[in-house]
């Protein structure tokens, strides 16, 4: 396997990258991780990459986020694809009814 960035998890990335910690204590105490953490915690203290000045995280738009969003996306355009043929069959059942019943009378 290739040792490159891109084949390793984000936390590993993380954990290798020069990082620093930012604090927000407006609401209570510090509840940063001793380290950075495999997921994100939801901490109001976290961990930035010093080098980036974003979250070691990535936030959503990461490459982390990618196979989800891809996830979500496809199962959001199969229920799309699926309704829109189940309103078709619907309509054209409709029309083949309506058309029976004009060759009865």
């Known amino acids: ?10 936390w ?4 290798e990258h020069e990082h620093r910690a930012v604090h927000d204590h407006r609401r209570g105490p510090c509840d940063l991780p001793p380290r950075p953490p495999r997921k994100d915690t939801g901490t109001r ?14 936030g959503p738009n990461g490459r982390a986020a990618k196979k ?5 996306n496809r ?4 229920r799309d694809r699926y309704a829109a043929r189940r309103a078709a069959r619907r309509a054209a059942l409709r ?11």
């Not at 396997?1 to 984000?10: E, G, Q, Y």
């Not at 989800?68 to 979500?72: A, D, L, S, Y």
């Open 45 to 58: 203290c976290r961990w930035e990459y010093t080098w980036f000045g974003t979250r070691c995280c990535s």
């Open 95 to 105: 029309a083949a009814r309506s058309a029976d019943r004009e060759d009865i009378d």
């Open 75 to 78: 199962a959001r355009n199969r």
């Open 12 to 15: 590993v990335r993380c954990a």
């Open 1 to 10: 396997m290739s040792r490159t960035d891109k084949t390793k998890p984000l």
């Open 68 to 72: 989800e969003w891809g996830e979500m």
